[in-house]
Each structure stands twice: as structure tokens, then as C-alpha cells.
């Protein structure tokens, strides 16, 4: 099949399309490298340099005809989102938008929308959350992604566009930036091997659902050809929190620091962890990689990348 990935040049988009590659598809990657890095695409992919805000990159994506799009780029700072929600919107919503107009018009079977477990929700009522669970986010990143399930709705419902939304977890791994992702696994590790002291911010205990980024990879390749339009969580289940993370990882890098703790951020959500049982269900999708396994393999990738 002849599939576009959007961000395919950044942490989770690059594994991605090396796998649909693997998988003996014509891949496709769209980025404007704002985030991503140029050595991340397989050399097999054909490379389009875009932002999908622009007019030209939509007429791109129409003349090429995709059979499936895997969507994968945003701006992927939630505090950035809330310091500056109109820039989170322009790129979130309104690149979206002309991404799924340039679908419905070069007749794009399938959309695949990396959407936000962690942030759709906001503070849940129960836990692990499901799918079932009022839609309710904290943030301006949370409401985008929310927004633009909702326009792949209303283009299914419209023009008969298929889509599956994977309500990611929180998902690390090799590759992951450590600047401008912001994920705290990257950031820790990084900080760790240079020798620098990590900061927790508050007191450590707010709990995320970590997913290693193999197993998200595997969700997103059960999802191709999915025959109907539906919200699956992708996570594990599990609730680890900040504090738990910095004593694994300081124990992988053998460093001595103890854990200094900051100012807790303004508006952060306390809690998270996503229920699989519908991708078990649905996908024939559950998390494989434990937290203990997949924080070694990470630590490992970072070490070789960022030993001095």
C-alpha cells in the first residue's frame, strides 16, 4: 500500500515507518523537522519536507493519491499548549484540518490519528481509564486532540473517510527527544549520563501510564485496515509515578545524586493510567514491554547517543 506518515521523521513516526516499510509497504514521510531529525528516516522512505499548515503541502498530499495516512505530527508540548494555546491550535487543529480536506479529496481510505490518552481525559474519575470516560482535558494540547477526533468524525460520517484514534499513552523509548518532546524519561536519562543533576518537579507522585514505543509501533500496524471508525486507549494499565522513575534510572546510570525536587507545574494533571481492554478486544493489541525492560533498553540507546 502506498501510506503517508505525518512526523514520520520524529520519535514515534520514524519507528513507524521503518516497520511499514519492513512490512512491505511504499512509505511516504511529511515533516518539517521542527522536532524531528533528518537520520531518523529510513532510507527507503521518500522524504517531503512540509508544514502541513500549508497550502502547497495539502496540494502535495492530494496529487500523490495515498491509500492510508498515518498522522503522527503535532506539536507535542503540553505546557507549551497552555503558554501558547493559539500556536498549539494552528498546528494541532488547523494542520489537521487541511490534512483530512487533502484526504477526502485524493480518496484516502484510512486516517491512523496518534491522539492523547494522557490529556483527553483530564483528571479521571476511575483508573485504569476507558474509552467510555467523559472527555474533559486540562490543557490546550488535550482539547486539540480531542478536536480533531472529532473532525474525523464528522468526515467519516460525512464522506465515508475511515479512521482509527490511538489515545496514546505515555510513550518513550529510544529515539525520544529529550528537548523539544519533553518526555521525562529522555529528559532524565540525558541529564544523567552528563552527570547532571535531574529536577522532579513538585513532590514526585503525580503517576503516569508508561508505553514503550515497540508496542505502540504494533498497535498502529494492527489498526491498518481496520473496517470500521473507532477510540482505542493504548497503554498498560499501570500507574508509575516521577519518583519511581528517577530511582530506576539513576540505578541504570550508577549515579549518586538523590533526588532534588522543584516548583510543581502550574495545572498538571495528578493521575493517569489507560485501560487496554478494548485494543485487547478490538486490535488484538496488549502492551508487551515491561517498564523495568523497556527503561534498560532506553537508557541504553541515550548512553550510546549522549556519553561524553
Not at 493510567?273 to 515491561?290: G, H, M, N, Q, R
Request: charged share 20%.
Amino acid at each position: 500500500m502506498k501510506i503517508l506518515v505525518t512526523g514520520g521523521a520524529g520519535f514515534i513516526g520514524s519507528w513507524l515507518s521503518e516497520s511499514l516499510i519492513a512490512a512491505g509497504h511504499e512509505v511516504f514521510v511529511l515533516d518539517d523537522l521542527s522536532t524531528g531529525f533528518l537520520e531518523n528516516v529510513p532510507k527507503r522512505a521518500t522524504f517531503h519536507l512540509g508544514d502541513l499548515a500549508a497550502t502547497e503541502t495539502a496540494d502535495w498530499i492530494e496529487a500523490q493519491r495515498f491509500e492510508v495516512v498515518y498522522h503522527q505530527a503535532a506539536q507535542l508540548d503540553v505546557r507549551k499548549s497552555v503558554a501558547d494555546p493559539v500556536f498549539d491550535a494552528q498546528v494541532n487543529i488547523v494542520g489537521s484540518l487541511r490534512l483530512l480536506e487533502a484526504c477526502q479529496k485524493s480518496g484516502v481510505k484510512q486516517v491512523i490519528f496518534a491522539s492523547s490518552g494522557g490529556t483527553v481525559y483530564g483528571e479521571p474519575e476511575h483508573m485504569p481509564t476507558s474509552e467510555e470516560h467523559a472527555i474533559r482535558p486540562l490543557s490546550p494540547y488535550g482539547i486539540a486532540k480531542s478536536a480533531v477526533e472529532m473532525y474525523l468524525d464528522y468526515y467519516h460520517k460525512q464522506y465515508g473517510l475511515r479512521y482509527v484514534s490511538l489515545r496514546y499513552a505515555n510513550v518513550y523509548g529510544p529515539r525520544q527527544n529529550p528537548h523539544g518532546e519533553a518526555g521525562v524519561i529522555a529528559i532524565f536519562s540525558q541529564k544523567l549520563i552528563r552527570k547532571a543533576q535531574p529536577v522532579v518537579n513538585g513532590d514526585g507522585l503525580q503517576t503516569r501510564d508508561y508505553v514503550f514505543v515497540n508496542d505502540v509501533v504494533e498497535a498502529n500496524l494492527k489498526a491498518l485496515n481496520y473496517p470500521d471508525s473507532v477510540c482505542i486507549n493504548i497503554g498498560t494499565g499501570i500507574e508509575t509515578n516521577v519518583n519511581q522513575l528517577f530511582d530506576r534510572l539513576n540505578e541504570l546510570a550508577g549515579t549518586p545524586f538523590v533526588r532534588e525536587h522543584g516548583p510543581a507545574k502550574a495545572g498538571e494533571q495528578k493521575r493517569s493510567s489507560l485501560s487496554f481492554e478494548k485494543a485487547k478486544e478490538v486490535l488484538d493489541w496488549e502492551p508487551k514491554v515491561s517498564l523495568h525492560t523497556g527503561l534498560q533498553e532506553t537508557y541504553e540507546w541515550f548512553h550510546q547517543r549522549y556519553m561524553p
